[in-house]
T-cell receptor, first 112, second 110 residues
Framework: DAGVIQSPRHEVTEMGQEVTLRCKPISGHDYLFWYRQTMMRGLELLIY????????DSGMPEDRFSAKMPNASFSTLKIQPSEPRDSAVYFC??????????FGPGTRLLVL | QKEVEQDPGPLSVPEGAIVSLNCTYS??????FMWYRQYSRKGPELLMY????GNKEDGRFTAQVDKSSKYISLFIRDSQPSDSATYLCAMTQGAQKLVFGQGTRLTINP
């Protein structure tokens, strides 16, 4: 199994630009999670889906952030417009119900 | 105040030492407790999982939970340079939503 796949691995953009992060979960996993990790705040859950439906988006920081899961094998996290304080490592994870969350390698985002 | 508190370190110890990593939490509804290990520039991976007070051992690793004190620990015996990583505690009320500590960066010196 390839594990959770994220793209791009690195993204450098300028303030105000739109950023789209992509995730392919492990096949068969019903749950998909988006996290953000910074030195100051640690690892924070942004949103999670069950069977492609958003269940809890209380961690999404602002309306500039949106996430979609159009099918069981693909999800996106979009930031529009991006700001320097959005610079972080964004992780996607997936799991079976009640199971271990498996994390992808992350996308390192730098907003200048 | 954060729901889960973890000293970010860094912590540096010599090879072979016993390492103790700790987290405290404020939400008494947390029922399941985990330790994740994260190597540099990688995603976290589950190391240990427990749901009851007491100790759970897996090789050189021991997870300890004290629900009455809202305190969990991870002990690493005979530490190796390959154990150098960031260790994150995580906990949940039973649903899928995990709350993580900030992570402790550990270095084992040969």
């Amino acid at each position: 199994d390839a594990g959770v796949i994220q793209s791009p691995r690195h993204e450098v953009t300028e303030m105000g630009q739109e950023v789209t992060l992509r995730c392919k979960p492990i096949s068969g996993h019903d749950y998909l999670f988006w996290y953000r990790q910074t030195m100051m705040r640690g690892l924070e859950l942004l949103i999670y889906f069950n069977n492609n439906v958003p269940i809890d988006d209380s961690g999404m920081p602002e309306d500039r952030f949106s996430a979609k899961m159009p099918n069981a094998s693909f999800s996106t996290l979009k930031i529009q417009p991006s700001e320097p304080r959005d610079s972080a490592v964004y992780f996607c994870a997936s799991s079976l119900p009640g199971g271990t969350q498996y994390f992808g390698p992350g996308t390192r985002l730098l907003v200048l | 105040q954060k729901e889960v508190e973890q000293d970010p370190g860094p912590l540096s110890v010599p090879e072979g030492a016993i390492v103790s990593l700790n987290c405290t939490y404020s939400n008494s509804a947390f029922q399941y407790f985990m330790w994740y290990r994260q190597y540099s520039r990688k995603g976290p991976e589950l190391l240990m999982y427990t749901y009851s007070s007491g100790n759970k051992e897996d090789g050189r690793f021991t997870a300890q939970v004290d629900k009455s004190s809202k305190y969990i620990s991870l002990f690493i015996r005979d530490s190796q340079p390959s154990d150098s990583a960031t260790y994150l505690c995580a906990m949940t009320q039973g649903a899928q939503k995990l709350v993580f500590g900030q992570g402790t960066r550990l270095t084992i010196n040969p």
